[in-house]
């Protein structure tokens, strides 16, 4: 690439990373026209060019690709255990619609672990749970640990919160000081249940709004309690009311906690809740659930 004007050599090496193949809707899925694996992983030894032969489909190579696939077999491969650790993390950070970063950020924290090699005999499926819960929050993007627990191959509440408290430890012991995790807001999980909820966009802005307002009192409730609340609130004061079981399972936060989060949030409704969105008339009519 040249410049027209004073002939600077402005790059010298053009790479085309778009696909050098084009796909038709009539041809077959099975034929991969791909000649490249994928990219490299700095977190491994070989930094993932590995090969590996893959069992034969026919029957003209069994033998050769058997006595390959046997050779393969016997040679010790250290970064097995990583490789697996990385695709069920990258399968639970699917499922949760998380961003390649986060991703990448778990990885992270789990090589950290398993480098110091005294996660040996604990559940691996909570502590690579809990690797996400912690990237998510790293990463301002945290996710509650129902939604990673749905996630999580069976890994329980409790665990993954073991699991976490562990990892924080050892990373702090690697480290020589504290693990930065990132302060959680009601407003953080505000977007994803009002989507799971279905709420109109002037509806959401209420809830965001009120979730905004409420950051100034002091109201002793977990964030997700006090999204819950809110959503519940502004819900009851639309059109599209909904019942406190919805809110419930869209939010994963339990009905009686959903109440009294309720109660707390009542005294300062007229300062919280939006002018725009419901006046004093519509508050004092407001039921509790």
């Known amino acids: 690439?040249?410049?027209?004007?004073?002939?600077?050599?402005?790059?010298?090496?053009?790479?085309?990373?778009?696909?050098?193949?084009?796909?038709?809707?009539?041809?077959?899925?099975?034929n991969d026209p791909v000649r490249v694996g994928g990219p490299t992983n700095p977190l491994l030894s070989d930094g993932g060019l590995s090969t590996v032969i893959s069992k034969p489909n026919g029957t003209t190579s069994d033998f050769l690709t058997s006595s390959l696939g046997r050779w393969q077999s016997r040679g010790s491969n250290s970064d097995r255990s990583l490789i697996l650790a990385f695709k069920a993390i990258g399968v639970m950070s699917d499922r949760l619609g998380l961003v390649a970063t986060i991703k990448d950020r778990a990885n992270e924290i789990y090589k950290k672990v398993e480098d110091q090699k005294s996660s040996r005999g604990r559940n691996q499926d909570a502590i690579l749970a809990a690797c996400l819960y912690i990237a998510c929050r790293q990463e301002d993007k945290p996710r509650t640990v129902k939604e990673i627990c749905s996630v999580a191959n069976g890994a329980t509440k409790k665990e993954i919160g073991r699991a976490k408290e562990y990892i924080v430890k050892q990373l702090e012991l690697e480290m020589g000081q504290s693990v930065e995790m990132g302060t959680i807001h009601a407003g953080d999980f505000m977007r994803r249940f009002c989507s799971n909820l279905g709420m109109t966009n002037q509806t959401v802005k209420a809830a965001q709004e009120a979730v905004k307002k409420s950051e100034e009192f002091d109201i002793r409730r977990s964030p997700i309690s006090i999204a819950a609340a809110v959503i519940y609130i502004v819900t009851q004061l639309s059109d599209d009311k909904k019942p406190v079981k919805d809110v419930s399972l869209a939010t994963g936060v339990a009905e009686g906690t959903i109440r009294n989060s309720f109660k707390d949030l009542y005294p300062y409704l007229s300062k919280i809740i939006p002018s725009w969105y419901a006046q004093g008339q519509d508050l004092k009519n407001l039921s509790s659930p």
């Open 1 to 30: 690439m040249v410049c027209s004007e004073c002939g600077l050599v402005l790059e010298s090496h053009s790479i085309d990373e778009t696909s050098e193949w084009r796909t038709f809707a009539n041809e077959s899925g099975d």
